[in-house]
Nanobody, 119 residues
Framework: QVQLVESGGGLVQSGGSLRLSCDAS????????MGWYRQAPGKQRELVAR???????NYADSVKGRFSISRDNAQNTVYLQMNSLKPEDTAVYYC?????????????WGQGTQVAVSS
């Protein structure tokens, strides 16, 4: 079992920055990928960024060049650095973890943290 706890969300003006953190605990040795998803009201949940234990990354086209995912192995923490934020980035952001070969189907989800970007 894996537990994920997100933090760092808040309200920011357009063009500003936020850093989200995700602390993983439990059977973290079994994780092969971690990522960030988001869901805005009336919208489908979408992948924002993903990072495998081998160092491969994937980003949504809408955030490329603005967001960056990274990890601190010593602390079992994954970060999402968000720069040049836009109102369209407003959503609840969820940290995820995948096991085995199911990189694109995360098994564990955090409770989410709200990000709101004002115009």
């Amino acid at each position: 079992q894996v537990q994920l706890v997100e933090s760092g969300g808040g309200l920011v003006q357009s063009g500003g920055s936020l850093r989200l953190s995700c602390d993983a605990s439990g059977s973290t040795f079994s994780i092969i990928a971690m990522g960030w998803y988001r869901q805005a009201p009336g919208k489908q949940r979408e992948l924002v960024a993903r990072l495998t234990t081998g160092g491969r990354t994937n980003y949504a086209d809408s955030v490329k060049g603005r967001f960056s995912i990274s990890r601190d192995n010593a602390q079992n923490t994954v970060y999402l650095q968000m720069n040049s934020l836009k109102p369209e980035d407003t959503a609840v952001y969820y940290c995820t973890a995948a096991l085995g070969v199911a990189v694109e189907s995360p098994r564990y989800w955090g409770q989410g943290t709200q990000v709101a970007v004002s115009s």
